[in-house]
């Protein structure tokens, strides 16, 4: 399930944007300047390696991206595995291989189509670590590189996503708690973290020094002022349901369990990444992936402990020749039936959905090299834009700072709104200026002007997004609107007004045997 799930490549869009920032960097583009990704620019260096292994050996961006998250989940899963094998308790080989087969369900096949995002990606990276707390809980020690390359790990998936160091700093109070301070912060996955951290701040300094000066100021301006959902609303009836429910599952059977330590930091972990995903206020749910897959996991090892006790007592001698694998088995049935959620796999199975549609119409229609661009709140699935080897014409991947300007455009409240607009007025000038200098720069031959005066068609999160005319925003401003008159209507495709340039008119024929996908 885990191989069909990597080989079978769902619709991508952040993560092949990460993988286009990537290469552009790679080329000598600035980020935070040439190309603006709003997260820190771990992910960005990451994804340089299938970036680059694409160029070595000559095969596509998204295949090297699945050889690459393929090789991170196997070096993941045989690493926890091994570590767990290497225990003093009881049938501990059994439990390392339903281990292995927990992660790789919980990372691979639940929420197949998240396979690649930040969340994924720190989920895989933090593991080992909180395998190795367990064992430090369970009164063993890993060898000092293995400590110290799980520190490192640790460190790196929290430069991904830093909202969840409350799992890290949770796991270390424990340890500290059992082990004591001193001894519990000299640990080599303490100096691992330590080192790692400072290379990376140091990096930061050296490589990316205008993601600090320009992004950051940038992400407190905008990002982080519209589309907040309220807690109330992020707490879903059935799915804290299902949470309340292994936890409190595990805090029954807890005193029985032979595994107690690794799934009282699978707890841990699971709690941590529930308040991750609460404080981010957004409500995407990918980012709720982190809380599902150390959760399964707990499932799977409570359900795989306590059937593995049940199976060798004296009282059930049949079942002691059962193989290993047939208590993997079982417990992944079980598992995979509590957490599976099918609707989610046949939604990500195929791009023949209504809202994709019109992309991929569109980009069918292209020749390779054409420079696209989207001019609106969102963007195009990227990894179609990879697929064609389009060429995108902008330093942002949709022009989400739009979300930000028009909600404060939208306050009710006059002095509220003027206040707001006041401390957007850089933003204001930011979007305006980039979009001026990349319609420059890139000349693109087609624009997709987003519909978002529409009341029909859902633009963005925000309310503000409703019935906004975003092309006549952007033609306030004089620059813009001098080089728009290089470009002329060609026709409307689903949500999108398509504009190319007047001096590439048989680009417009291109589109004529589309649908209008109304």
Not at 120 to 141: E, N, T
Not at 208 to 232: C, K, M, Q, W
Not at 371 to 382: K, R
Not at 398 to 426: C, H, N, P, V
Request: aromatic letters at 12%; one cysteine or more.
């Amino acid at each position: 399930m885990a191989a069909v799930s990597l080989s079978v490549l769902p619709i991508w869009g952040d993560q092949a944007w990460c993988a286009y920032v990537a290469s552009r960097v790679l080329d000598g583009a600035r980020l935070g300047t040439d190309i603006v990704e709003v997260n820190p620019p771990t992910i960005i260096w990451m994804s340089e390696i299938p970036v680059i292994l694409s160029r070595v050996i000559g095969v596509s961006l998204p295949a090297t991206m699945q050889i690459c998250l393929g090789l991170l989940i196997l070096l993941s899963v045989a690493w926890c595995a091994s570590l767990l094998r290497r225990t003093a308790r009881p049938r501990s080989g059994t439990m390392a291989l339903w281990l292995a087969a927990s992660i790789l369900y919980a990372t691979s096949v639940f929420r197949w189509m998240d396979v690649g995002e930040r969340e994924h990606i720190m989920v895989l990276l933090l593991l080992p670590y909180l395998v190795i707390a367990a064992m430090r809980l369970d009164g063993a020690s890993p060898s000092r590189w293995q400590g110290f390359a799980a520190g490192s790990a640790a460190l790196i998936a929290l430069a991904l996503k830093p909202h969840h160091l409350l799992i890290v700093a949770g796991v270390e109070l424990l340890l500290a708690y059992r082990q004591g301070i001193r001894r519990s912060f000299l640990r080599p996955e303490a100096v691992g973290a330590v080192l790692t951290g400072l290379i990376y701040c140091l990096a930061i300094w050296i490589f990316a020094r205008d993601y600090i000066t320009e992004v950051v100021p940038l992400n407190y301006l905008a990002y982080n002022s519209f589309y907040h959902v309220p807690i109330g609303a992020l707490i879903v009836p059935g799915r804290t349901t299902k949470v309340l429910a292994v936890v409190a599952l595990w805090a029954v059977v807890e005193r029985g369990l032979q595994y107690r330590a690794l799934c009282a930091v699978l707890v841990i972990a699971g709690i941590g990444a529930t308040i991750g995903y609460l404080i981010q206020e957004k409500g995407d749910p990918y980012q709720f992936f982190p809380a599902d897959a150390y959760f399964i996991t707990l499932v799977s090892i409570m359900l795989a402990d306590g059937f593995t006790q049940w199976v060798g007592s004296p009282n059930h001698r049949l079942f002691q020749a059962w193989p290993a694998a047939a208590v993997a088995l079982a417990s992944f049935l079980v598992t995979a039936f509590l957490y599976f959620p099918v609707h989610f796999a046949r939604a990500a199975a195929t791009y023949d959905t209504d809202y994709s549609r019109p992309q991929v119409a569109v980009t069918n229609a292209l020749r390779a090299g054409t420079a696209i661009v989207v001019l609106g709140p969102n963007a195009i699935s990227f990894d179609l834009v990879l697929d064609r080897r389009l060429t995108w014409a902008s330093r942002y991947y949709g022009f989400w700072t739009l979300e930000a300007i028009f909600d404060a455009q939208e306050t009710k409240d006059a002095k509220l709104r003027q206040a707001r607009l006041a401390s957007l007025s850089d933003v204001v000038h930011l979007t305006r200026t980039a979009a001026d200098e990349d319609l420059q720069r890139w000349k693109p031959s087609v624009v997709l002007v987003e519909r978002c005066d529409d009341p029909s068609i859902l633009c963005g999160k925000s309310e503000a997004l409703r019935e906004i005319d975003v092309l006549r925003w952007f033609q306030e401003d004089p620059t813009f609107r001098n080089i728009w008159g290089n470009y002329a209507w060609c026709r409307r495709i689903g949500y999108y007004d398509v504009w190319v340039a007047k001096a590439d008119q048989d680009t417009c024929l291109s589109f004529s045997s589309i649908s209008a996908y109304k």
